[in-house]
């Protein structure tokens, strides 16, 4: 349980990160046109908490 919390968690900032460097990417920049990523990935930090209970 506490090992995909922090699978998660990790993943989701780097989505942000990520997320930022494509956004200042120039505008002519193939990638510039990409979605962007999921920085929410199901499970909210209290899910397991309460899938715990």
């Known amino acids: 349980m506490y090992n995909a919390f922090g699978v998660r968690l990790h993943a989701c900032r780097q989505a942000e990160v990520l997320n930022q460097i494509v956004y200042e ?6 990638l510039a046109e990409s979605r962007p990523l999921h920085e929410l990935l199901r499970h909210t930090p209290t899910a397991p908490l309460r899938l715990r209970l």
């Open 25 to 30: 990417l120039l505008v002519e920049h193939p």
